[in-house]
Nanobody, 119 residues
């Protein structure tokens, strides 16, 4: 497995911004499509943004227009710029290759990084 380390989370006020970073132990875009997932207490983990090695991006509706995913292949890093944050964005954010529906028991999630949006 390739190890991915998330960083950049923190506590921000509604309307604030954060930039998350995901740095891989290897060539991150060899994974083809890399995504940011998030999981809030009592909710399922959801994919909020993804990017392919050729730069194609996709976003979940709730973050569209507010979040931007990007990558730096030379540094094996994927970023998630989060603007106009809302309390409902509060979650632990994880980066990983985009999983298929058959991989519901995927066991190799990292520590993630906590994002808390609160006044």
């Amino acid at each position: 497995q390739m190890h991915l380390v998330e960083s950049g989370g923190g506590l921000v006020q509604p309307g604030g911004s954060l930039r998350l970073s995901c740095t891989a132990s290897g060539s991150i875009f060899s994974l083809y499509r890399v995504g940011w997932y998030r999981q809030a207490p009592g909710k399922q983990r959801e994919l909020v943004a993804s990017i392919t090695s050729d730069g194609y991006t996709n976003y979940e509706d709730s973050v569209k227009g507010r979040f931007t995913i990007s990558g730096d292949s030379a540094k094996n890093t994927v970023f998630l710029q989060m603007n106009n944050l809302k309390p409902e964005d509060t979650a632990v954010y994880y980066c990983n290759r985009v999983l298929s529906q058959e991989e519901s028991d995927y066991p190799y999630w990292g520590q993630g990084t906590q994002v808390t949006v609160s006044s």
